[in-house]
């Protein structure tokens, strides 16, 4: 099993700025693409970025210019630096990883428990 931690949620003020940060633990051999997601209330889960394991990222629209992912490899951990934040981020943004947890197994998604983000105008 794979566990995922996220930290560095919280309130900010609109235009502020706040670090996402989410470490991978237990069982890996390897990890693809590591990511963040968010779902605000009454909203379904939306995607905010991914980066793989060679660094090619993708940005949502919504955020491209703003936020900025990262992953440190040997750390197994990936990081979201958000920027020029509106009320519209505000929502819990969960922390995603496709891992595989031994050698010739297939990659299996986990999910962190979510950290709210709210962003006040």
């Known amino acids: 099993q794979v566990q995922l931690v996220e930290s560095g949620g919280g309130l900010v003020q609109a235009g502020g700025s706040l670090r996402l940060s989410c470490a991978a633990s237990?069982?890996?051999?390897?990890?693809?693409?590591m990511g963040w997601y968010r779902q605000a209330p009454g909203k379904q889960r939306e995607l905010v970025a991914t980066?793989?394991?060679?660094?090619?990222?993708n940005d949502a629209d919504s955020v491209k210019g703003r936020f900025t992912i990262s992953r440190d490899n040997a750390k197994n951990t990936v990081f979201l630096q958000m920027k020029s934040l509106k009320p519209e981020d505000t929502a819990v943004y969960y922390c995603?990883?496709?891992?595989?947890?031994?050698?010739?197994?297939?990659?299996?998604?986990?999910w962190g428990q979510g950290t709210q983000v709210t962003v006040s105008s």
């Open positions: 995603y990883a496709e891992a595989a947890i031994r050698r010739w197994s297939f990659r299996t998604d986990y």
């Open positions: 237990g069982s890996i051999f390897s990890i693809n693409v």
């Open positions: 980066i793989t394991s060679g660094g090619i990222t």
